[in-house]
């Protein structure tokens, strides 16, 4: 069946490895990509399907309802008939500098996007959320779709209140959607500002590598492409008003995480330096994912100890997408389209 879908956020890590494999998966369906281009957005990750016939690239502010209309219009006259919702500032420690731009992209954004979708007649909405709505764990236990919401940061509060609003919207309205909580993702694309990329990144020119607190944090990690899957997997057979967790069933402490780089590497341990810790850090995140599993037979097909060195060498093959990155002469790219 062909069907429009606007993604928000697809220029991000997460949207455009969903772009690409939509592109993939569902080749005759038509794709609306609506993103800021934010310092997080990047169209060189999205060079393989940028002259796709059906891909449909908008820049715009999801919290703005004219350039959302924008989106919408964008399609062919058949309409839009699901949304995956992904845009959103993503960054704990940014939102710890400075929360209100979270505000204005999750809170703002989403509430611009569900009144605008029901005004589109969407027929599916997928709000992609993250486990850090649900705090922190201790040694023990693991987060379910009952775990009552209780976030730490700037940056979760913004991504609950967001679930509040899409919920909020089905229980009101009737409006058709559903929400993830997915746990730490990671692979190709990834911004070098969190973990793992940013690791590789430092490893590899021998700078310090920022360890928050003991190192001791635990994280519960899942290959971005294992993430997409469950996305579609609930955008095409999930049920209306329901929140699906997705994990992958491998937590490691942060510490590990960083050694597993630096041995793949080979580069010294001397390079860690632990540093002031994380305010509000939290301690352990780790999901149950068994009602994706029994209802919709999602399950992730990666494992770390494949995906892992899979991405460190992604990262090494991709030196002028990362060294572009880094430099920040990747903005030339969106100036060269949209100025400065
Ligand atoms: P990212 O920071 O890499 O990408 C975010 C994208 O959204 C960028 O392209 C940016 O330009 C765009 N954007 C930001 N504000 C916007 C706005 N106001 N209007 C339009 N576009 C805007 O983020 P990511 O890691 O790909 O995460 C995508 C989504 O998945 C987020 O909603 C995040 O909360 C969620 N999530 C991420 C993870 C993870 O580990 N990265 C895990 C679970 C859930
Ligand atoms: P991050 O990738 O920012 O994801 P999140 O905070 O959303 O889980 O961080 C993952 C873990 O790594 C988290 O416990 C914080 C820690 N961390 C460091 O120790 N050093 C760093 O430089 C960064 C970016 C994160």
Redesign the pocket.
């Known amino acids: 069946m062909t069907r429009t879908v606007l993604v928000?956020?697809?220029?991000?890590?997460?949207?455009s490895n969903l772009i690409r494999m939509l592109s993939r998966e569902r080749p005759d369906w038509r794709i609306v990509n609506?993103?800021?281009?934010?310092y997080?957005?990047n169209l060189e990750n999205l060079t393989s399907v940028e002259a796709r016939e059906g891909y449909t690239l908008v820049h715009?502010?999801?919290?703005r309802p004219a350039d959302v209309r924008r989106a919408f219009a964008a399609a062919d006259s058949g309409g839009v008939q699901a949304v995956v919702h992904?845009?959103?500032?993503?960054?704990v420690d940014r939102s710890i500098q400075s929360g209100l731009p979270f505000v204005?992209?999750n809170v703002v954004?989403t509430q611009v996007l569900l009144d605008e979708s029901r005004a589109h007649g969407v027929e599916r909405f997928v709000h992609?959320?993250?486990?850090e709505v649900y705090g922190s764990l201790g040694a023990e236990g693991l987060f379910t779709e009952e775990t009552p919401l209780a976030p730490n940061s700037p940056y979760s509060a913004t991504?609950a209140a967001s679930d509040m609003l899409v919920r909020a919207a089905h229980a009101t309205h009737g409006f058709d959607a559903c929400i993830t909580r997915?746990?730490?993702?990671y692979g190709p694309y990834?911004?070098p500002e969190?973990l793992i990329p940013l690791m590789i990144a430092n490893a590899r020119e021998d700078k310090p590598l920022p360890v928050y607190g003991d190192g001791l944090q635990i994280r519960d990690w899942l290959f971005v492409e294992d993430h997409c899957e469950a996305i579609l997997a609930v955008l095409e057979r999930g049920r209306a008003g329901e929140v699906y967790n997705i994990g992958g069933h491998n937590e490691f402490p942060n510490i590990e995480i960083v050694r597993a780089i630096l041995g793949a590497l080979g580069k010294p341990e001397s390079l860690i330096e632990y540093v002031r810790d994380r305010p509000g850090h939290d301690r352990r995140y780790a999901i149950d994912a068994a009602k994706i599993e029994r209802e919709l037979g999602w399950r992730p097909r990666r494992t770390f100890a494949a995906a892992l060195p899979q991405t460190i060498a992604w990262y090494q093959s991709q030196d002028v997408w990362l060294q572009r990155v880094r430099s920040g002469a990747y903005r030339e790219y969106y100036e060269a389209q949209y100025g400065a």
């Open positions: 928000t956020g697809g220029a991000g890590f997460i949207g609506l993103d800021a281009l934010t997080a957005g715009g502010d999801v919290s992904l845009a959103a500032e993503s960054h204005q992209a954004g992609v959320s993250t486990d991504k997915c746990s730490n993702n990834q911004f969190k």
